[in-house]
């Protein structure tokens, strides 16, 4: 029995032995890790202060923040998608004289990037505190690719918006938000009966995915200085923007599918009473929008773009822009035709603006158009001309072409001085040099007087892109109005050895 008490005894002392062992291991281990980072910082420092030529070292404090602020923004506005290599953390830890540096200088923070995907505890308080009151811009993304097609089960539904919460005592500090989030995340940040200070912010970029967001589930946000306007559905922001909205001058909406309430995006663009520049990318379901009266009193240029098969003229047939001066129409679907009812609304759209200068018509089928030269009757005023990827080119400078007896004060579009073009084709060529060369200044001065000329024609196009024929053509066409007529584009630089003489070959 004594040598049963004494092995239980002898066992004790041991494990307490490998207790103590084992405790002063870790402790060691510890010790360990501590020396080889320690290590690696003075391997850095003294293979930093050898090299023979390091102006960084020796500059003033001023000039290495502004060294620092320029590098942090570069990487700031090369990569919207992702933290930037250069951030205000990256410097600080190259040495000590850059962290001293980087925490004395709250301009090099005001650009905060929060990824959902990757959370990292307290940034955003660490971030603001070090920002000090400058105002910050903030990009909160998912950090995932985007879904082929947007559906409620997508991948950004996945991505856990918890952290955004922490931006809500902060936001009256955001001068600049963009939102790349699940329609989930936005009550968790404006939550629902709420009205969010946002004092400091200027532009506001919001693209949710999901559907059916009810507007009365985000609070409000009342932002007087916010002046600039992206998103991508404006529909359930509504209610959101409400108090914000006066002041506005730039609208960038989006493509998406399809608008959740596509009713009350009329109204939304008549509260905007101050808008000067308006982007509208129009979704599958306009044909639910009503005809409700749109009028944009100081829009000077205005945006619209279709690509669905539908109608649009429900929202931009009321629109009126009396101030509007560059109109831009893309219609980028072969598929459908441009309809008759889209000319009418569209002439109606230019009736109304008489001091129009630019329009721009992109990727439409002109040759779908019936009596397309009779919008141009009511623009008077225009003075530059865009036709970029268009079927049918060359029918319509056809129409807009004067007859040989006309006068340039009877011409369509008197002022007309600029053509811009981009994909012309072979049987655009003839139409377009017959064009120029009945509006430009004749060499001889026989037109002389108060009219207006083509002065420039812009082509967007390569010698390559023709045909033998349609390069004979547009060469012999050069040397025709080069005199008087400023080409250019990639063909400015085509001379010919001896000049065509001859008129331009009539169909």
């Not at 990824?115 to 940034?123: C, E, F, V």
């Not at 097609?149 to 950004?156: K, R, W």
């Not at 200027?202 to 009810?214: A, F, K, M, V």
């Not at 919008?375 to 029918?395: D, K, M, Q, S």
Request: neutral net charge.
């Amino acid at each position: 029995m004594d040598d049963i008490d004494h092995d239980v005894e002898r066992l004790a002392r041991n494990d307490e032995h490998i207790g103590a062992i084992q405790a002063s291991l870790h402790a060691l281990q510890g010790h360990q890790q501590h020396l080889v980072e320690e290590n690696a910082k003075l391997r850095s420092n003294i293979a930093a202060k050898s090299v023979p030529n390091a102006p960084m070292r020796t500059l003033v404090v001023e000039l290495c923040s502004l060294i620092f602020a320029f590098a942090v923004c570069a990487n700031a506005e090369a990569n919207d998608a992702a933290v930037p290599e250069c951030s205000p953390l990256d410097l600080a830890h190259v040495c000590r004289r850059w962290r001293s540096i980087v925490f004395d200088s709250p301009h090099l923070w005001t650009d905060l990037r929060v990824n959902l995907s990757k959370p990292r505890l307290n940034l955003i308080p660490f971030w603001f505190q070090n920002a000090s009151a400058v105002p910050l811009r903030v990009s909160v993304f998912p950090g995932i690719a985007r879904p082929p097609i947007l559906t409620s089960s997508n991948p950004f539904k996945k991505v856990d918006p918890a952290g955004i919460k922490d931006l809500v005592p902060y936001l009256h500090r955001i001068q600049t938000l963009s939102l790349h989030v699940h329609q989930s995340a936005l009550p968790l940040l404006f939550p629902r009966g709420t009205v969010s200070d946002m004092a400091q912010l200027e532009c506001l970029s919001i693209h949710h995915h999901g559907y059916i967001l009810d507007e009365f589930e985000i609070g409000k946000i009342h932002a007087p200085r916010l002046r600039v306007l992206r998103l991508c559905d404006p529909s359930p922001f509504a209610n959101m923007l409400f108090d914000s909205l006066a002041k506005l001058k730039v609208l960038r909406i989006d493509k998406i599918e399809f608008w959740e309430y596509p009713r009350r995006v009329p109204a939304l663009l008549s509260s905007c009473v101050e808008l000067e520049d308006v982007s509208i990318v129009f979704p599958r379901n306009l044909y639910l929008t009503g005809p409700d009266p749109v009028v944009l009193p100081l829009v000077s240029k205005l945006t619209l773009e279709w690509r669905f098969p539908c109608n649009p003229t429900p929202i931009f047939s009321s629109v009126r822009a009396p101030l509007l001066r560059d109109l831009t129409f893309t219609h980028n679907n072969p598929l459908a035709s441009f309809s008759q009812e889209a000319v009418t609304t569209l002439q109606d759209l230019i009736q109304s603006s008489p001091l129009l200068t630019t329009l721009t018509l992109v990727g439409s089928n002109l040759t779908s158009i019936c009596e397309l030269s009779s919008i141009f009757y009511h623009a008077p005023a225009l003075e530059e001309l865009g036709l970029v990827n268009c079927h049918g080119t060359g029918r319509l400078l056809s129409d807009l072409s004067p007859a040989e007896w006309e006068q340039p004060s009877t011409w369509l579009c008197p002022q007309l001085e600029r053509i811009r073009l981009a994909g012309v084709r072979d049987n655009d060529v003839r139409s377009l040099i017959s064009f120029v060369s009945r509006r430009m200044k004749p060499v001889d001065g026989s037109l002389a007087g108060d009219g207006h000329f083509i002065k420039e024609v812009i082509i967007d196009s390569r010698i390559q892109d023709f045909s033998t024929q349609g390069r004979m053509l547009i060469l012999r066409g050069l040397s025709i109005i080069t005199p008087t007529v400023k080409v250019t584009g990639p063909l400015d630089h085509i001379h010919l050895a001896s000049p065509f003489n001859s008129p331009v070959p009539k169909n």
